[in-house]
């Protein structure tokens, strides 16, 4: 059974940076493509980033292109999202989510069949 845990959220003033982190573990990740979204209150979940386990491909969603990087460590089994710039519409749930069968990118919620249990993200003025 996959696990991700989430973890780095908080809150931060308009223009700050956080990082996320998502540890995974139960299985190996090797064909897994591994994406973050998020979920504003009375909003659907949304796109942030993806990117497969093993190799260099990354995929962003247009509202944080150029803001945010996602990356993994292979030795610990951790996917990170660096997020840079914060506005206050960055405020939100953000969800680590793996999949084995997604194809690239997926960017569809319904695409990933594991999530964690979200980290709160508050970006204030």
């Known amino acids: 059974q996959v696990q991700l845990v989430e973890s780095g959220g908080g809150l931060v003033q308009a223009g700050g940076s956080l990082r996320l982190s998502c540890a995974a573990s139960g299985r190996t990740f090797s064909s897994y493509t591994m994406g973050w979204f998020r979920q504003a209150p009375g909003k659907e979940r949304e796109f942030v980033a993806a990117?497969?386990?093993?190799?260099?491909?990354?995929y962003y969603g247009d509202s944080v292109k150029g803001r945010c990087t996602i990356s993994r460590d292979r030795t610990n089994y951790t996917v990170y999202l660096q997020m840079n710039s914060l506005k206050p519409e960055d405020t939100a749930v953000y969800y680590c989510?793996?999949?084995?069968?997604?194809?690239?990118?997926?960017?569809?919620?319904?695409?990933?069949?594991?999530w964690g249990q979200g980290t709160q993200v508050i970006v204030s003025l």
């Open positions: 989510a793996g999949s084995s069968t997604a194809g690239w990118p997926s960017t569809v919620p319904g695409d990933y069949d594991y």
């Open positions: 990117k497969n386990w093993i190799g260099s491909r990354t």
